[in-house]
């Protein structure tokens, strides 16, 4: 017998949090551009499903240096902000996808069966965000480096990062990607002068890089999959940090 779904839609973050409790039997749902077709083709089966649309957890503020992005955030409402971040939002699949995606469906979907995912981690990172979750013992905020390692049962409510004196975002440009962005480098230098480079479209999540181009493919994971090689990766990496590199310095 088919088990009906349960379906919340909290109207404050509280009640977000609230409904999520621990987390066990709740399926988050941001923009639903993952998890829709996951439901709709028979791979996910849902108990409870928790709509985040009306949890008041959308929307970019500001608070003297410091920026907060609420979970439920379109992706198309991040598209402007500076780089890294908005050159990367720009980039990530087309304009219907960016307007119903959420920043937190992004940061929090797991790696694509054909695809890397996830493209905001990259620039996330590299403006060294913090992350604010609640689940299994409250709430904690976290840098959102040591949140996406254990981010399992976590109802992630915002990030937030200092602005930065300069960005930059490289991808890798290739014709036939049906969107999906293949690699990826975002930097970004700090108020303190410190320069953060981060990558995505890595065998797993978005990961940091020291800054050295000729190391850069040995510091993470390349994988093979329908959009390149680890190989072809491994070979276009160097010349994205080289481009993040150049773009930080001219911005001086
Ligand atoms: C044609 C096409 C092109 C695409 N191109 C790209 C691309 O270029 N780059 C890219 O990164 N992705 C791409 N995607 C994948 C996807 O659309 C995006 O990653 C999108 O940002 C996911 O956000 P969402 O809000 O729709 O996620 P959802 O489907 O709502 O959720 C995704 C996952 O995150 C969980 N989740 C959602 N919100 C939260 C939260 N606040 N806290 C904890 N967990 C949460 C959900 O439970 C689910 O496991 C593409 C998809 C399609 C269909």
């Known amino acids: 017998m088919t088990q009906a779904t349960e379906v919340l839609v909290p109207t404050s973050p509280d009640e977000a949090a609230a409904a999520f409790g621990d987390g066990s039997g709740v399926t988050v749902i941001g923009g639903?551009?993952?998890?829709?077709?996951?439901?709709?083709?028979?791979?996910?089966?849902?108990?409870?499903?928790?709509?985040?649309?009306?949890?008041?957890l959308s929307g970019v503020s500001r608070n003297g240096g410091t920026v907060t992005i609420g979970a439920a955030t379109p992706i198309a409402d991040l598209v402007d902000l500076p780089p890294p971040l908005g050159p990367c939002a720009a980039n990530v699949a087309d304009g219907e996808i960016r307007a119903q995606a959420t920043l937190g469906g992004n940061v929090c979907a797991g790696p694509g069966p054909d695809a890397p995912r996830g493209d905001l981690q990259g620039p996330l990172l590299a403006l060294d965000a913090t992350a604010r979750s609640t689940g299994p013992g409250g709430e904690r905020s976290e840098p959102l480096e040591s949140f996406l390692d254990d981010r399992a049962g976590r109802l992630l409510l915002d990030v937030s990062f200092?602005?930065?004196?300069?960005?930059?975002?490289?991808?890798?440009?290739?014709?036939?990607?049906?969107?999906?962005?293949?690699?990826?480098?975002?930097?970004?230098?700090?108020?303190?002068?410190?320069?953060?480079?981060?990558a995505t479209g890595l065998a797993d999540h978005a990961r940091t890089l020291s800054g050295d181009p000729d190391a850069a493919a040995s510091e993470v994971r390349l994988g093979d999959d329908a959009l390149a090689s680890g190989w072809y990766r491994q070979q276009v990496l160097p010349v994205l940090v080289r481009r993040v590199l150049a773009d930080l310095e001219e911005a001086r």
């Open 32 to 56: 639903g551009t993952i998890v829709m077709p996951e439901i709709t083709y028979g791979r996910l089966k849902v108990g409870k499903a928790l709509l985040l649309g009306k949890a008041g």
């Open 162 to 198: 200092g602005e930065p004196a300069a960005g930059a975002f490289a991808a890798l440009d290739y014709p036939h990607t049906h969107e999906y962005t293949v690699l990826a480098v975002s930097g970004a230098r700090g108020a303190d002068g410190a320069v953060r480079l981060a």
